[in-house]
């Protein structure tokens, strides 16, 4: 993505109702949580997710309607990333 | 004519009022009045070392506090370095604020008003439409926020918005040595006991600095219900008892008042002062030991206390400490920003103690706190009336007096602790910051 472009909102018919908890039926199979994360800057509900042979974690952002699901292999990979890598996130969609 | 009664303007009065500062006379009017407002906050504010923040306030990468250094809003932060880093509180695009709150955790700071985005270490990072609207005409590097220069000691983080002002070791030219009674109260030092108190008082500033650079004459009079009803170890038939101590021409005062018979560091846990004796030198030992009351102040408006204050009436008292600081917002108005400070190491039972003493005492309700308010509120108020422009106060309490020549500490150190000495010193260095060229 370009740097400062825009991030790419998840359609409609995927995303949960306003105000909707971890129940929505988007996530399939059960999960625990929800735990918010919540600054000043943003607000994100974070939730484990078990799905029929394994589990992923869902972070949702509900005031940007965005949302993603990482598994073990993707999470594992954010833990050795240095805070440049997400700076650098930020730099090419700053998210406005 | 007095130095005060000159409706030309103060700044060419500030000559006249040195000299009578030296002499042991102050103007009312510096106490409630719009000139000294403007010229304190370009010409003291802008080139002293001001307080900022706890180190503990901000233990943890991305942790922020927001402060003040006279009008200006300051986000103090942890990078996620673990560095401590301070910018002000604006963002470089359209200037809004970017930390609304007072205090948050954040790797990046994002503007609510076009969304720039920043490292919590203060470069601008994210800017929306960024390839779209600004072409190549923007280079991010030049358009971080406004970094404020900071130093620190034993936890207490100071900025400056001087470029060019000494070192803070320098500014606070050996009062380190009386800090050490709040700062290092035993092996691990101390830390904030959660946020600080902090609420809009009708009040100047600089009532309270001059009250906690070792004003212990009131004690027994604005105070006296604290001796009566038996919350506060002292008396007074002894109450003058102790020392006075300042650092000549930086500003800094301590009082030191002591309670003839009173055991050495009475009101301490027997575990701290232990530790006490490997954080503190012989020297320190020796003024502290003895110590009933420390009240000092960092030059401008960073003031500490430290005393016993008994929970029941009657019953031994458990010493607290207090940090406050005297954030200026207008002639005659103030912010009032207290924190109570506890020895890190000690146990959690005493840091509780300490913090119900400290707030019977100290907090925003506290009687100690109650009782100065009402009459510094009361003086301030005094102070901009018209027929008080033309007044001046006596501060000759202690003007022959010899400095003690076998003080263990450094400074200019003299007996009893009831003087004015600290306070002409004080008022002597805020007038010198007031002439100063630009």
Redesign the interface.
Known sequence: M?????PQETPASDRPEAGALITDPHVAGDQDGPIVIA????DVIVSRVRTRNGMRLDIWSPRRGTRVQLDAVELDCLSYQE?ET???M??R???? | MSAADNSQGITPMLAEIREGIAQGRVPARIFNDQEIFDLERRKLFGKAWCFLAHESEIPRPGDYVTRSIADNSIIVARDEHGNICAHLNMCRHRGNMMCKSEMGNASHFRCSYHGWVYKNSGELVGVPYFKEGYDTRLDRKQWGLVEVRTESYAGLVFGTLDPQAPSLDEYLGGFQFYLDIYLKQGLGGSEVHGPPDHWVAETDWKICAENFSGDGYHTPVAHQFGFHLGYFPSSGATHSEGWAVHIPGKGHSIGLGHTPGMPPFFGYPDDLVEQMHESLSPQQLEVFSKTRTAVGSVFPNLSFLIQPFSLVPGEPGVRFCTMRLWHPLGPGRMEMWSWCLVPKGASDEYKEEAYKAYTLAFGQAGTFEQDDFENWTKVTRAAGGSLAQGLEFPYVMGLDRPPLEDWPGPGHAVSPYVTDTNFRNLWGTWADYLARED
């Open positions: 370009e740097p400062g472009a825009m600054n000043e800057f943003a805070p997400f700076t650098a930020l730099e969609t700053p998210g406005a």
